[in-house]
């Protein structure tokens, strides 16, 4: 069974420095990752997914199949990026997706 | 719908009462999750509807707990006999299931449940 882990149940950051939230999986396959996002009071959204090989807001994650890492990156900081991040993996298939449980970005201005 | 709507988007009751939550996918969407989000914590998984297969009942925490899809469409989660603990938001996903599909979930805004 596929599991996801986010090691870091709060992360508090300084505005301006820079933000690495981790993500470690395990899965006998190739996986489809994502990371979500939930700012205050608005509903869980799609952030960015590694397929798309895109940066959304500066957050960029790349997968790491060696390390079975899907870490998110982002090199400086805003306050408007205080919210919560789940990491999630999606196997191959009609299988169900599966989160993280997730990280807490408080960014200190 | 443009998005996943869940009613009622809150909920107040008493210990012991039944409740039923609503959800509503997006159209033509196969896939719809449940999951609840109690004060400060993570999402936790309850159960998986993919198209007519069987769904995945595994994290539903307890046989008061309950959820139905009917015609491949509308889901309502059901909590029996509501304790204390059951208090959470209540969310509702949905995505397009397909195998070759872009995975990403689509959520609603949740149903807050108070338990008194």
């Known amino acids: 069974a596929q599991r996801v882990t986010q090691p870091e149940k709060l992360l508090s950051v300084f505005k301006g420095a820079p933000v690495e939230l981790k993500c470690n999986y395990s899965y006998s396959g190739s996986p489809e990752l994502f990371w979500y996002v939930q700012y205050s009071r608005q509903r869980l959204q799609l952030l960015l997914r590694h397929i798309s090989r895109e940066s959304i807001k500066g957050f960029t994650a790349d997968l790491n199949k060696g390390e079975t890492s899907f870490h998110l990156k982002k090199p400086f900081a805003q306050e408007e990026d205080s919210a919560m991040y789940y990491c999630?993996?999606?196997?191959?298939?009609?299988?169900?997706?599966?989160f993280g449980t997730g990280t807490k970005l408080q960014v200190i201005p | 719908g443009a998005g996943v709507s869940q009613s009622p988007s809150n909920k107040v009751t008493e210990k012991g009462k039944d409740v039923e939550l609503r959800c509503d996918p997006i159209s033509g969407h196969t896939a719809l999750y449940w999951y609840r989000q109690s004060l400060g914590q993570g999402l936790e998984f309850l159960i998986y509807?993919?198209?007519?297969?069987?769904?995945?009942k595994s994290g539903l925490p307890s046989d008061r707990f309950s959820a139905e899809r009917t015609g491949g469409s509308v889901s309502t989660l059901t909590i029996q006999r509501t304790q204390q603990e059951d208090s959470a938001v209540y969310l509702c996903a949905s995505s397009q299931g397909r195998l070759l599909g872009t995975g990403e979930l689509f959520f609603g805004e949740g149903s807050r449940l108070t338990v008194l």
């Open positions: 509807f993919q198209g007519n297969s069987a769904p995945d």
């Open positions: 999630a993996l999606k196997p191959g298939g009609y299988q169900k997706v599966t």
